[in-house]
C-alpha cells in the first residue's frame, strides 16, 4: 500500500501557484520522497525528489517540513498543461532497487 | 538524450493469446522496471530486470514474464491473454537502481484485450 495521503483533487487558476500537499507520517529516516505526474494516458513524468532539505528544479520546488511527515510540491506558475494527476511517493534509497509504490495521487486542473 | 522507447505503442488481442512488449532504456541505464496500470488497480509494479536477472518481482501471476537483453533492452510477455490484462504496460529506467536512482517513464503500450 502507499505510505502517503494526497488530497483526491485540486484546482487551480492558470498563472497562479499550485501547492500540492503531501502526507507521509510515518517515512523512515532513510526514505525518500519523490513525486511524479501523469497527464491523461501518458507514462509518468519525473518532477522532483528530496530526502529532507527542500529542493528546487526548473519544473517546481519541494518543501519537506522539518519532522518530514509531511510536504508540498510548488508548480510557480500553474499553465494548462501542468493538468495532470500528481503523485506523492516515498521510497526507501539503499542499495538495491526498490520499485515506485503509487497511490490514487491528486487531479490538479489548472483553469483558464 | 532519448528517452524511454517501447513498442508497439497500441495492441489489441483476444483472449488467449499472447503478447510480447519492448521496452527500450536511456542509452547508458541499466535497470529496466515494468508496471502495468488499470483504472480498477492502478499503478502496480511487475518486475525489475538488471544486468539481464530479473531482481525483483510484483505480485502477478506466473503468466506475466520479461527478461533483459545484453545491451539493456527488456521485453515483458504475457501468455494466456485474459480480459482484465487490458491495461497500459508501461515500462521505466535508471543508472543501476542502487540507492534509489530516479526513474523515467517511457509512454507506455496500451493493450486491449477482446
Known amino acids: 500500500d502507499a505510505k502517503t495521503t494526497q488530497p483526491t483533487s485540486m484546482d487551480c487558476a492558470e498563472g497562479r501557484a499550485a501547492n500540492l500537499p503531501c502526507n507521509h507520517s510515518t517515512i523512515s529516516g532513510n526514505e525518500y520522497v519523490y513525486w511524479y505526474r501523469q497527464i491523461h494516458s501518458q507514462g509518468p513524468q519525473y518532477i522532483i525528489h528530496g530526502l529532507k532539505n527542500n529542493e528546487t528544479n526548473e519544473m517546481a520546488s519541494l518543501i519537506i517540513t522539518e519532522d518530514r511527515k509531511s510536504s508540498t510540491l510548488i508548480l510557480p506558475h500553474a499553465t494548462l498543461r501542468d493538468t495532470a494527476v500528481y503523485y506523492c511517493?516515498?521510497?526507501?534509497?539503499?542499495?538495491?532497487?526498490?520499485?515506485?509504490?503509487f497511490g490514487k495521487g491528486t487531479r490538479l486542473s489548472v483553469i483558464a | 538524450k532519448a528517452g524511454v522507447t517501447q513498442t508497439p505503442r497500441y495492441l489489441i488481442k483476444t483472449r488467449g493469446q499472447q503478447v510480447t512488449l519492448s521496452c527500450s532504456p536511456i542509452s547508458g541505464h541499466r535497470s529496466v522496471s515494468w508496471y502495468q496500470q488499470t483504472p480498477g488497480q492502478g499503478l502496480q509494479f511487475l518486475f525489475e530486470y538488471f544486468s539481464e536477472t530479473q531482481r525483483n518481482k510484483g505480485n502477478f501471476p506466473g503468466r506475466f514474464s520479461g527478461r533483459q537483453f545484453s545491451n539493456s533492452r527488456s521485453e515483458m510477455n504475457v501468455s494466456t491473454l485474459e480480459l482484465g490484462d487490458s491495461a497500459l504496460y508501461l515500462c521505466a529506467s535508471s543508472w543501476t537502481g542502487h540507492k534509489g536512482d530516479t526513474q523515467y517513464f517511457g509512454p507506455g503500450t496500451r493493450l486491449t484485450v477482446l
Open positions: 511517493i516515498v521510497r526507501v534509497a539503499d542499495s538495491g532497487n526498490t520499485p515506485l509504490v
